[in-house]
């Protein structure tokens, strides 16, 4: 299972869409947990984020989380797009 971001800019459909605000470590994976087991499997959260920490926290929440990254679009604010797991 890859967590590439892939090429920026470029992004998969959405199923659902978290706006993160100024949340950092913690409290923003907290959010992205709850919406993640909203989801289905499969299916793709686009979070947003302001915080520079997330560049780092999400791609590694990602990774312990077995879920997929599928992509980054790196702008002000950042948008990452989580494939939730396929259990």
């Known amino acids: 299972m890859s967590t590439d971001p892939g090429p920026t800019g470029t992004h998969p459909p959405v199923d659902a869409r978290l706006d993160a605000g100024q949340s950092s470590c913690g409290e923003l994976l907290i959010l992205i947990v709850r919406a993640m087991k909203r989801l289905e ?8 984020g302001y915080d520079p920490g997330a560049r780092e926290d999400i791609p ?14 790196a702008s002000r ?9 396929k259990e």
Do not use: D, M
């Open 60 to 73: 590694a929440w990602c990774r312990l989380s077995r879920n997929t990254l599928l992509g980054v679009e």
């Open 41 to 48: 499997p499969g299916q793709v959260l686009q979070v947003t």
């Open 77 to 85: 604010p950042t948008h990452y797009f989580i494939q939730k797991r």
